[in-house]
């Protein structure tokens, strides 16, 4: 099993950059697949940005070229660099460890960090 933690969110003003964090607790971070993801109020969730456990990386369109995600496995960690930040950014982010053993996905979830993005 694996305890997310997440923190770094808060208040910015459009243009600006946060750097949100991840630790997870538990063992064998590194076989997990990291994942941001947020939900906006009234909206789904979606996957902002995932990185594979072989270091691939992948984004959704909309955050390409302004948002990096990077893991120090040392450190069990996680980190999402957003910058150029918009107001449609705003929302709560979670992250995500993934493991998919034998066909059967296993995914964890942190309690999710506030993003708001006003001026």
């Known amino acids: 099993q694996v305890q997310l933690v997440e923190s770094g969110g808060g208040l910015v003003q459009p243009g600006g950059s946060l750097r949100l964090s991840c630790a997870a607790s538990?063992?064998?971070?590194?076989?997990?697949?990291m994942g941001w993801y947020r939900q906006a109020p009234g909206k789904q969730r979606e996957l902002v940005a995932a990185t594979i456990s072989g270091g691939s990386t992948n984004y959704a369109d909309s955050v390409k070229g302004r948002f990096t995600i990077s893991r120090d496995n040392a450190k069990n960690t996680v980190y999402l660099q957003m910058n150029s930040l918009k107001p449609e950014d705003t929302a709560v982010y979670y992250c995500?460890?993934?493991?998919?053993?034998?066909?059967?996905?296993?995914?964890?979830w942190g309690q999710g960090t506030q993003v708001t993005v006003s001026s």
């Open positions: 995500n460890a993934r493991r998919v053993v034998f066909g059967l996905t296993a995914d964890y």
């Open positions: 538990g063992s064998r971070f590194s076989i997990y697949d």
